[in-house]
């Protein structure tokens, strides 16, 4: 039997990467989606590809009224709001601390903060009442950057770091009412994009690089693709989860194995 049968998701940055594999698993099991994702084209792709089983919201997941738009959507079209995944977010590309100007660190500060951290907090926001109607769950995408160094500059590793704290302090606040969950996947091959002011200061690899260097840092040697990390959500999101809660599911080949 399909795990999700009837529930209505509101998820951000659905169009791309994680977020696009986590909506086309959702769906297949039983799921409705309203996505929340600034790409037009992507979310055209995603209209077309799930019909009836999806709804598309352009806009910015640091701008609060979109998160209400969305969740307004979710509730006309499908009459209620089951899960929130917020996901939306955007990389540092490990961009040295020592080698970034002033100016330059505070703008990729509010650039970055505002979506992998701000994003969250409103998408939060705005789902919490309709998620206690149906005591329901929200799932934050964190990192392994969230925990250790090396997944990220300090810009990513903080702001992973931060969603973690929104994660478990609303654990505690929601319950018993509202579980609150997170995924932290490892090394991914998507299009994760760098911040504009930080690009003059990284170097951008090319995909096949990238796949080598995943591959040989974690465990189980797996070049992980989007759909790899699918299984951790559905969990969580699912009925099969409900004594679960302040809980982040590493889904990383096996990277605290190594100790780190
Ligand atoms: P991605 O770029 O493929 O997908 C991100 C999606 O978010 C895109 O569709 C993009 O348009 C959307 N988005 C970005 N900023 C937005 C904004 N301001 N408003 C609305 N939509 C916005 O990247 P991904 O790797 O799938 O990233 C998804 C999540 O996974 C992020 O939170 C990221 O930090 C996390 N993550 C990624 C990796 C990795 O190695 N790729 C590892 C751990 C965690």
Known sequence: MAELSGKSVYLTGGASGIGKAVVEAFISEGAVVTVL???AEGLRALQEQFGDSVRTIMGDVTVYENHQRAVQCAVESFGKLDVLVSNAGVFDAFAK????TPEAMSEAYDVLFS???KGSFFAAKAAVDELKRTRGNMIFTV?????????????YTASKHAQIGLLRQLAFELAPDIRVNAVAPGG??????VIAPLRPFVNVVDNETKAKNIKRRNPLQIAMEPEDHVGAYILLAS???????GEVLASDGGLVVRGL
Do not use: C, E, H, M
């Not at 601390?97 to 970034?100: H, L, P, Q, S, T």
């Not at 991914?188 to 994009?193: D, K, Q, V, Y």
């Not at 009925?239 to 809660?245: C, E, G, L, S």
């Open 37 to 39: 994702d600034r790409s």
């Open 239 to 245: 009925d099969k989860a409900r004594a679960i809660t």
């Open 97 to 100: 601390f020592v080698d970034v």
């Open 143 to 155: 990192s392994g950057a969230g925990f250790y160094p090396d997944g990220g500059g300090v810009w």
């Open 188 to 193: 991914t091959l998507t299009a994760l994009s």
């Open 115 to 117: 979506i992998n951290v």
